[in-house]
């Protein structure tokens, strides 16, 4: 079992900036590939990004790139992730997950674990 306890989330402006993190426990933290998450209001969980076991490789769906930023830092248990140029269409709770099989984790399948997820609000 694998265990993940985001945080970082809030109210922030449009334009503004946000760093979440998720802290992971249970099993070797470097064994797993991360994933973010999003979910608005009445809509579906979305993929936001992903990162290789190492972190040397990223993934990010069309909608964040060039304004989000994953990374890890495995000797801390924790993966990131790092939102710039917020708008509020970001609103969303966001979670992180782990995978440790997954072929399809780049696009946003078969992760194993899910952290409880982080409020985030963008206001215009």
């Known amino acids: 079992q694998v265990q993940l306890v985001e945080s970082g989330g809030g109210l922030v402006q449009a334009g503004g900036s946000l760093r979440l993190s998720c802290a992971a426990s249970?099993?070797?933290?470097?064994?797993?590939?991360m994933g973010w998450f999003r979910q608005a209001p009445g809509k579906e969980r979305e993929f936001v990004a992903a990162?290789?076991?190492?972190?040397?490789?990223?993934y990010y769906a069309d909608s964040v790139k060039g304004r989000f930023t994953i990374s890890r830092e495995n000797a801390k248990n924790t993966v990131y992730l790092q939102m710039n140029s917020l708008k509020p269409g970001d609103t969303a709770v966001y979670y992180c997950?782990?995978?440790?099989?997954?072929?399809?984790?780049?696009?946003?399948?078969?992760?194993?674990?899910w952290g409880q997820g982080t409020q985030v609000t963008v206001s215009s």
């Open positions: 990162l290789t076991r190492s972190g040397a490789t990223k």
């Open positions: 249970g099993r070797t933290f470097s064994n797993y590939a």
């Open positions: 997950a782990a995978t440790s099989g997954s072929k399809t984790y780049s696009k946003g399948f078969g992760y194993d674990y």
